[in-house]
């Protein structure tokens, strides 16, 4: 491709042809240089040895080395120029027709370029296997030890539904008290059947005891006046003779099947010694519902008094004797909560546990039809009632 642009190469060529030429010049010089400084030095042997002065001598030698740096000038070196070119309108026209690619000049890559290295390649990241950790399977908690059994059962009742029968007012059905009750009888399936009142004298002169039936009285625990009511006979129906009106009857004269409650001795059914009767809770429909017993010993400090459910009672034989008795174990006396006058009453009954044959009784009785489980209830229902027991509130 001609014009447009200058070359360097001119450039470049003119440098190499003033190289050329420079480089003898340059060697001459040295020589030269050599030559007078050796010529100076003889010279200064020269006029030394002869008896010259030195100021002579010197003036010689910088004449000398003067002359010869003018002998060959420095050439400067040609300047290069760079040349502006603005083509014509047909080298225009033919530059557009050419191919764009034949048109961008490539530069040569400098030999001396260094290469970059090339990039590190990535390192893979290698991913371990955690280890698999050992499953740690916790030990089974024991399972919780059963509940102890069940050895004694309680109902609570109020103050106002029971009323003690020992030192309790009797009055007659005009308000006029006439004696205290002091003890009760009761026949050898434990149903009482008399009651022992302590009529008072004048001034308590002539007081006396005597027993009574125990139907003749009427029961109210929660009355401001005495808690038991004598009562007459109801009057005669039309064509029917009178009730004759129940009379005292001396102690004494009490039949021997009967045994008295208060102040007797309360066994276990081995014959050990549970406590001594100090009363009985009667309701108002004049059933008893409890014994308290003194369960301490007459030589102990302190008393403590366990109202025993009236349904537990047993009145028993024993060397021709009838005797009181109760299935208390020790455990049971001991668990039994402590009767007290200014708190709830706590009844309470021994639980005897079951054994295989009842509770095989038990799961017959609850697999059977319903008629039989009618019959059954109906037994539990009679015991229950013939025990006297109520429910817990």
């Not at 440098?15 to 030269?32: E, G, H, K, Q």
Request: hydrophobic fraction near 40%.
């Amino acid at each position: 491709m001609t014009g447009g642009i200058s070359h360097r190469g001119d450039a470049l060529a003119n440098n190499a042809a003033f190289t050329l030429v420079s480089a003898p010049v340059s060697a001459i010089r040295r020589a030269w240089h050599a030559a007078s400084r050796l010529i100076v030095l003889l010279s200064a042997l020269a006029w030394r040895t002869r008896g010259l002065p030195r100021s002579a001598g010197l003036v010689m030698l910088a004449a000398c080395a003067l002359s010869a740096c003018g002998i060959f000038p420095q050439q400067t070196p040609a300047p290069i120029v760079e040349h502006s070119y603005i083509p014509t309108p047909d080298e225009t026209e033919t530059a557009d027709t050419e191919e764009p690619a034949s048109s961008v000049v490539v530069a040569p890559e400098p030999a001396s370029a260094v290469k970059p290295p090339p990039p590190p390649k990535p390192k893979r990241r290698i991913v371990k296997p955690k280890p698999v950790e050992p499953v740690i399977t916790a030990p089974a908690e024991p399972p919780e030890p059963p509940p102890p059994p069940q050895i004694i059962s309680t109902r609570i009742m109020q103050h106002d539904q029971l009323h003690g029968l020992l030192d309790a007012e009797v009055q007659r059905p005009d308000g006029k008290v006439v004696g205290r009750a002091v003890d009760m009888y009761v026949d050898a399936s434990a149903k009482p059947k008399l009651l022992m009142v302590n009529l008072a004298g004048f001034m308590g002169v002539g007081d006396r005891k005597v027993n009574f039936p125990w139907t003749a009285f009427r029961f109210a625990p929660n009355s401001k006046a005495a808690p038991i009511t004598f009562l007459p006979p109801p009057p005669p129906a039309k064509g029917k003779p009178a009730d004759p009106v129940p009379k005292p009857q001396p102690v004494n004269e009490a039949p021997p099947n009967f045994t008295q409650l208060v102040d007797s001795t309360v066994t276990q059914k081995n014959g050990a010694r549970i406590g001594r009767v100090v009363d009985v809770l009667v309701d108002s429909q004049a059933e008893p519902q409890a014994l308290v017993v003194d369960l301490s010993s007459s030589l102990a400090a302190d008393k403590r008094h366990v109202a025993a459910n009236w349904g537990d009672l047993q009145v028993v034989s024993r060397n021709k004797q009838l005797v009181l008795q109760m299935n208390f174990n020790d455990a049971q006396l001991k668990a039994a909560p402590t009767y007290a006058p200014e708190q709830p009453i706590k009844i309470v009954s021994p639980v005897v546990p079951a054994t295989p044959a009842s509770s095989a009784t038990a799961t017959a009785a609850s697999s059977a039809p319903s008629s039989g489980g009618a019959t059954a209830s109906g037994a539990v229902a009679a015991q229950g009632s013939s025990s006297g027991a109520r429910p817990a509130r």
